[in-house]
């Protein structure tokens, strides 16, 4: 009788030692890098070499999978000709839901914009707690000052002529 309990508890515990499955995460890795046009409106796929209106512009990406216990750093450096990279760095908490796990917005303002364009990238870098890089990607692009066409200056300056001289006549 004793021997039998022992069997039955030997077998039960191998049971439930071969059912039960390791826990493995999946790898850190980020996707879907947009820039925010039109206050948030558009998004424009950094991968297309688009040009962007600035100076100031907002990005966002998405990062996918866990980040374990000791936390894993986004690092974002724009860089733009002629002038010094600026860098951005936030922590990315721990997360492993449905994708995307967690969004980041940032935004940088370019330096000397104009008409034409200039170009400039973005480096994202995606580093976990002991700083080793799990993904790394860079994006070229051209940042471009939102210039007025001239038709609408024009009607701007005739509207407000016209507001004065309306302003005028009423006076007299």
Do not use: H, W
């Not at 850190?28 to 991968?47: C, E, H, K, M």
């Not at 480096?123 to 700083?131: E, I, K, M, Y």
């Amino acid at each position: 009788m004793y021997f039998a309990r022992v069997v039955i508890l030997i077998a039960a515990l191998l049971v439930i030692l071969t059912s039960s499955s390791i826990a493995v995460a999946d790898p850190l890795s980020f996707g879907n890098v947009v820039a925010l046009q039109n206050g948030g409106a558009t998004r424009i796929d950094l991968l297309s070499n688009p040009t962007l209106i600035g100076p100031k512009i907002d990005f966002l990406v998405d990062i996918f999978g866990a980040t374990g216990n000791s936390g894993s750093t986004l690092l974002v450096t724009f860089t733009q000709a002629g002038f010094t990279p600026l860098v951005q760095t936030f922590n990315v908490p721990f997360a492993d839901g449905l994708p995307p796990d967690y969004t980041q917005i940032f935004s940088f303002t370019a330096q000397n914009t104009s008409f034409q364009g200039t170009p400039a990238t973005l480096t994202v870098n995606l580093r976990d707690g002991s700083l080793v890089t799990l993904a790394s990607q860079t994006y070229r692009f051209r940042v471009a000052d939102p210039i007025p066409e001239p038709t609408s200056s024009s009607l701007l300056i005739l509207g407000a002529l016209g507001l004065m001289s309306v302003s005028r006549s009423r006076r007299c």
